[in-house]
């Protein structure tokens, strides 16, 4: 991966770039951003741009190889083990900083998840920041940059990734998974502008499990508690993507409300359902439809709270039908 082929992300890109070519690259960085939109992919390139014998990060050379391989003995890895970065684990890369580079011009270690460092381990990461060592280079990586160590972000240069734009993502979507216009549209605007949700195991339930469950959800009355109970049920069923679930019923209900304040429907995300949102909108007024886009705001905070899925579907589903 070199830095043009990184989608989006110019500005970072030109800060990498210059720093490389002044040789003014910071000790550490913190790249910060949403999930999926290139992060991981960006220091890579940056890692290959330093190590590259070539120039910046020819993608041919056998370094830039290594680094593809993930056996370059210049490059470490650091991840969460399980759901923390343990203090055995910074100590383990802060062992390997210690030595010389062996082919690089810098020891490179990249931090995924920075913000899953425990007390300990954050501490402990903190004393190789605090003496940078010139040889060494730290990419730290991290979707919730607020619950990574004030004392370590302060020593990082920061660097904050947006999300994709969605004519970005949509193009790069209908070349690449050969999706028609109005599929890479929903999918575009689902995903967030991040990458990975766009192209992975989200895209069968944006678009084709998205349609069945608007379609059972309109269907339920306040008197259908039968039907409202097995759609919460199986909605429950589906823990891990139980917050997708809830990004479709919010676009859904986003869109009735820019429908109903005379948005176009190329503005909507269910463009394929706009025959549908003419037939629902009607019954739905502003302070209804903000009142529902508040149910799905509670329900996702109950879950992050760990509630009972099945219940919070419930009190959920009987306030979108009401
Ligand atoms: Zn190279």
């Known amino acids: 991966m070199t830095f043009s082929q990184i989608l989006g992300h110019e500005r970072q890109k030109n800060i990498l ?9 910071a000790h550490a960085y913190l790249f910060e951003g949403p999930e999926g939109v290139g992060k991981r992919l960006m220091a890579l390139a940056l890692a290959r741009a330093v190590v590259c014998k070539e120039g910046a990060g020819c993608g041919v050379c056998p370094a830039c190889r290594k680094v593809d391989h993930n056996n370059h003995p210049d490059l470490h890895l650091l991840e969460p083990d399980g759901t923390t970065i343990k203090i055995e684990q910074v100590r383990g890369i802060q062992k390997e900083l210690s030595f010389r580079p062996l082919e690089a011009p810098k020891k490179i270690c990249l931090i995924d998840g920075a913000d899953r460092m425990n007390q300990a381990a954050g501490n402990a990461l903190l004393k190789t920041l605090e003496e940078p060592n010139g040889d060494a280079l730290l990419i730290l990586l991290s979707a919730r940059p607020e619950s990574v160590l004030s004392t370590i972000r302060s020593r990082c240069q920061r660097l904050p990734f947006a999300r994709l734009p ?36 989200d895209r069968d339930l944006y678009l084709g499990r998205r349609r069945e469950i608007l379609k059972t959800l309109t269907a339920l009355s306040p008197g259908s508690i039968l039907p409202t109970l097995e759609l919460a049920q199986s909605l429950a069923e589906e823990k891990e993507r139980l917050p997708d679930i809830l990004d479709i019923l919010q676009a859904f209900y986003r869109d009735l409300l820019l429908y109903q304040h005379g948005r176009s429907e190329s503005d909507l995300v269910n463009i394929d359902l706009a025959e549908k949102i003419r037939r629902v909108a009607p019954r739905e007024n502003t302070v209804s439809l903000l009142n529902k886009l508040e149910a799905i705001a509670a329900s996702r905070r109950q879950l992050d709270r760990n509630v009972n899925r099945q219940l919070a579907m419930e009190v959920l589903l009987m306030r979108l039908a009401a």
Request: avoid cysteine; aromatic fraction near 2%; charged fraction near 30%.
């Open 166 to 201: 969605q004519a970005l993502l949509k193009g790069v979507l209908l070349e690449q998974l050969g999706v028609d216009e109005v599929q890479g549209h929903i999918l575009a605007a689902l995903s967030e502008g991040s990458f990975k949700k766009a192209l992975g195991k």
């Open 17 to 25: 770039r210059r720093a490389i070519d002044s040789d003014r690259l």
